[in-house]
């Protein structure tokens, strides 16, 4: 992509944050994307240009802590956040910085999984940047789903061994490095073909490379995910929620339930897909996409 703009700026609290947008000559609207965990905008390449090749600006940064941004722990594959907020401080940054300057329309926000949780987070704190939020396998609930008492049990446990050991941060239970798992193992989707540029790209660019979360991490998405559950009623602009059929890394029950609290919803659900819609067969991708460019559609011509 000839017209691909890359670049980084300086996120909340220091932290470099790694960007790239397509301006369309013809703009009809403006998307902003927000990634999953692990993600870097170099894996949504096939994403931008669909959204491109039918008229949108598409705006995208990876996360701090992921992708091709900066760490904050001396090993570079924890998945590592002190709060979810500081994530909604890099969005609003990323806002101001690059998508508002760079756009008239005003900009549609579609997320993935843990995506969906910041930009929930984020249009509950600034309701007024975006016309409309798409979530695609949103994480308001993870799997396995364990009582919170016995989480926070483990994850206390995890915090306190770390500071004892004066470490920045270490990995909770059955996390590693990043570890590429083979197609016939994986639970993100159907199509091999996909599934392998996914994985080449990362073995082209290891430096995007994320492995496991830390107790940090979880103790902060479990957090996010509580709050969004107690505030959705607040979220005062239009929500369309895309659910992954059959989805095994996030709770599609707590997110029908959040999702049933949003005052202006619409959920559809592809039936067996798996939880990377936008990186599936094209039998579960495209009415994922076709679905997205039709919300799209209805808020660029309100």
Not at 39 to 57: A, I, P, R, T
Not at 69 to 81: A, I, L, W
Request: glycine share 8%; net charge negative.
């Amino acid at each position: 992509m000839r017209s691909l703009t890359k670049g980084e700026f300086q996120g909340h609290s220091g932290v470099n944050i790694s960007y790239a947008y397509l301006c369309h000559p013809q703009a009809i609207g403006a998307v902003a994307i927000s990634t999953g965990r692990i993600e870097s905008w170099v894996k949504y390449q096939e994403v931008m240009f669909d959204l491109y090749q039918n008229g949108y600006s598409v705006f995208i940064h990876d996360h701090r802590g992921q992708g091709l941004s900066g760490r904050m722990t001396k090993n570079p594959h924890m998945g590592f956040v002190n709060d979810f907020a500081d994530y909604v401080a890099d969005l609003k940054l990323f806002y101001q910085e690059v998508i508002e300057p760079n756009t008239q329309q005003k900009p549609q926000l579609l997320c993935h999984s843990m995506g969906c949780a910041i930009g929930a987070l984020y249009v509950l704190a600034h309701p007024q940047d975006f016309a409309q939020m798409i979530v695609c396998a949103p994480m308001f609930g993870i799997r396995p789903a364990l009582p919170n008492w016995l989480a926070n049990i483990l994850i206390g446990g995890n915090l306190l061994i770390s500071r004892g050991l004066g470490h920045d941060a270490s990995y909770f239970l059955g996390q590693k490095n990043y570890q590429e798992t083979e197609f016939a193992l994986n639970e993100l989707t159907h199509s091999e073909t996909r599934y392998r540029l996914f994985r080449d790209e990362y073995n082209l660019q290891p430096e995007v490379q994320l492995g496991g979360v830390t107790g940090h991490w979880l103790r902060a998405a479990l957090k996010a995910m509580d709050g969004i559950e107690a505030q959705a009623s607040q979220i005062s602009i239009p929500v369309w929620a895309i659910q992954a059929g059959a989805d095994t890394v996030v709770d599609n029950k707590r997110q029908s339930r959040v999702l049933a609290k949003v005052p202006y919803c619409e959920v559809q659900q592809i039936l067996g897909a798996r939880h990377e819609i936008l990186l599936e067969e094209d039998q579960y991708r495209r009415p994922c996409l076709e679905a997205i460019l039709e919300f799209l559609r209805q808020a660029t011509n309100r």
